[in-house]
T-cell receptor
Framework: EAGVAQSPRYKIIEKRQSVAFWCNPI?????LYWYQQILGQGPKLLIQ????????DSQLPKDRFSAERLKGVDSTLKIQPAKLEDSAVYLC???????????????FGPGTRLLVL | GEDVEQSLFLSVREGDSSVINCTYT??????LYWYKQEPGAGLQLLTY?????DMKQDQRLTVLLNKKDKHLSLRIADTQTGDSAIYLC??????????FGTGTRLQVTL
């Protein structure tokens, strides 16, 4: 079974530029998550999708970050404009079904490492 | 709010047991997870425990949960150099949202 795919793996941009990340979840997984992991910290949830609808985006900085999952499969996360503090690893994860009290395992992709100069 | 804390670093000798500790604050957490993160890789789920359990064993891994003290531990028996990585504790709260600790870097020496 193929895992969660992400691209690009690395990206270097200058502040105020735009960047987009792509995620392809495990086939058949209805729930998709984007996490931000700053160096030395644990991952922090940015947004959670259930099929193509947003379940939780309370931690997403909506003035600069946006995400979509138009057909309920692939997802893109965009940052526009980027700031220095956005330097982090952006992890995508998917799970089979809506979490019921946390019982559905989340499978993670390799992440995209972003450096903002 | 939820908060998960871990010590930053642990060093053990190959063949010894490693014990990685975690404390959490959300008493309504239903599941608690241990993930392994190697350089340049995503998170690999190692094991999880349901909140009504005290212990779970899976080959070299033993998870202990003290719900009263909100303390979770991961014991790795016969630690190998391939176990060197960052170990992240996470609690699943409302709606399954995961809150992670900062991770414990395990260094295995020969």
């Amino acid at each position: 079974e193929a895992g969660v795919a992400q691209s690009p793996r690395y990206k270097i941009i200058e502040k105020r530029q735009s960047v987009a990340f792509w995620c392809n979840p495990i086939s058949g997984h209805a729930t998709l998550y984007w996490y931000q992991q700053i160096l030395g910290q644990g991952p922090k949830l940015l947004i959670q999708f259930q099929n193509n609808g947003v379940v939780d985006d309370s931690q997403l900085p909506k003035d600069r970050f946006s995400a979509e999952r138009l057909k309920g499969v692939d997802s893109t996360l965009k940052i526009q404009p980027a700031k220095l503090e956005d330097s982090a690893v952006y992890l995508c994860a998917s799970s089979l079904a809506p979490p019921r009290g946390g019982g559905e395992t989340q499978y993670f992709g390799p992440g995209t490492r972003l450096l903002v100069l | 709010g939820e908060d998960v804390e871990q010590s930053l670093f642990l060093s053990v000798r190959e063949g010894d047991s490693s014990v990685i500790n975690c404390t959490y604050t959300d008493s309504s957490s239903t599941y608690l997870y241990w993930y392994k993160q190697e350089p340049g890789a995503g998170l690999q789920l190692l094991t999880y425990i349901f909140s009504n359990m005290d212990m779970k064993q899976d080959q070299r891994l033993t998870v202990l949960l003290n719900k009263k003290d909100k303390h979770l531990s991961l014991r790795i028996a016969d630690t190998q150099t391939g176990d060197s990585a960052i170990y992240l504790c996470a609690e699943a709260g409302y709606g399954g949202k995961l809150t992670f600790g900062t991770g414990t870097r395990l260094q295995v020496t020969l």
